[in-house]
């Protein structure tokens, strides 16, 4: 099976980093594309000079292309600067941040699954981290709505369609049955309010796969697992989450029984209730 291309971003973060490029390297995927954001303040300018000296030393069994906007663009605007530019290459990729800590059968699920939803349009993204929803050694199964995404895959002709604003949901929202008591409900205030106060862009990314009717699958065990509940974070330094460091199978079983399907979205949605509660209580 061919391998997919690997998109990691990069901030003011050195101590995973390591670790990461040592996964990808073990992957070994054809490119790998470095999206480094350029610094917000003097201090974020001091911890990016050591990042910047390591990743030019890191040897990379891939071919390695470094990204860097000429200005800040910050955590709204450089998924869209990074994953533009890597798609005007790319036909699909598999994507990590500089905190998200993968298995190494992580790569080989992304890959599985890139393949077998290729063609079908009702899926929007592939999704590492199941938040513990479930720990099963198989399968796959699909949620109407993904978030957070620590360790992710799309495909260009999904994330082209993106708007960079968020109209779509004003329109989406005019239309939408306010009778009905469902999944919307429950997120609805949290993505109304992000249309006024664009604070990220995986917000705009679940708004927009919730409002086409896109789905995400996601493991039956889970793969990835985010290391960032620290004070440096932007929106995870919680110190007593258990979303922190969750658990991961090492033994996902991707090709020979990938094609089971499961059924764990209830239990996964109410994981990411609790996780956008955690969230709520550190604003």
């Not at 990042?51 to 000429?70: A, L, T």
């Not at 994953?83 to 500089?98: A, G, P, R």
Request: hydrophobic share 40%.
């Amino acid at each position: 099976m061919n391998k997919s291309p690997v998109v990691i971003f990069p901030y003011k973060k050195r101590g995973n980093l390591k670790k990461i490029f040592e996964l990808i390297n073990q992957y070994n995927p054809p490119t790998v594309y470095i999206v480094f954001d350029q610094a917000a303040n003097q201090g974020i300018k001091k911890l990016q000079k050591e990042i910047g000296s390591f990743i030019e030393k890191f040897e990379f069994s891939s071919k390695k292309v470094i990204i860097r906007p000429p200005s800040n663009k910050g955590v709204t605007k450089v998924y869209d600067f990074g994953l533009d530019f890597v798609f005007e290459k790319e036909e699909q990729v598999i994507i990590l941040e500089d905190d998200t800590i993968p298995t190494l059968h992580f790569f080989d699920y992304c890959d599985v699954m890139l393949k077998k939803f290729k063609h079908d349009e009702s899926v929007g993204c592939i999704n590492g981290c199941n938040l513990e929803a479930s720990m099963l050694f198989s399968g796959y199964f699909f949620s109407t709505m993904c978030m957070p995404y620590w360790g992710w895959a799309t495909w260009r002709d999904r994330w082209s369609r993106l708007p960079k604003d968020y109209s779509f949901w004003v329109s989406y929202r005019s239309v939408y049955p306010k009778e009905k008591n469902d999944l919307l409900n429950q997120f609805a205030a949290i993505f109304d309010r992000s249309v006024l106060d664009d604070k990220a862009w995986d917000i705009r990314w679940t708004m927009f796969l919730l409002s086409t009717s896109m789905k995400a699958v996601l493991p039956g065990g889970n793969l990835v697992t985010n290391v960032g509940f620290t004070d440096e974070a932007t929106f995870t330094n919680i110190s007593d989450s258990k979303f922190s460091s969750l658990q991961v199978v090492e033994d996902w079983k991707d090709r020979k029984i990938a094609g089971t399907e499961i059924v764990k979205e209830e239990e996964y949605l109410l994981k990411i209730k609790q996780l956008m509660n955690d969230i709520a209580k550190r604003i």
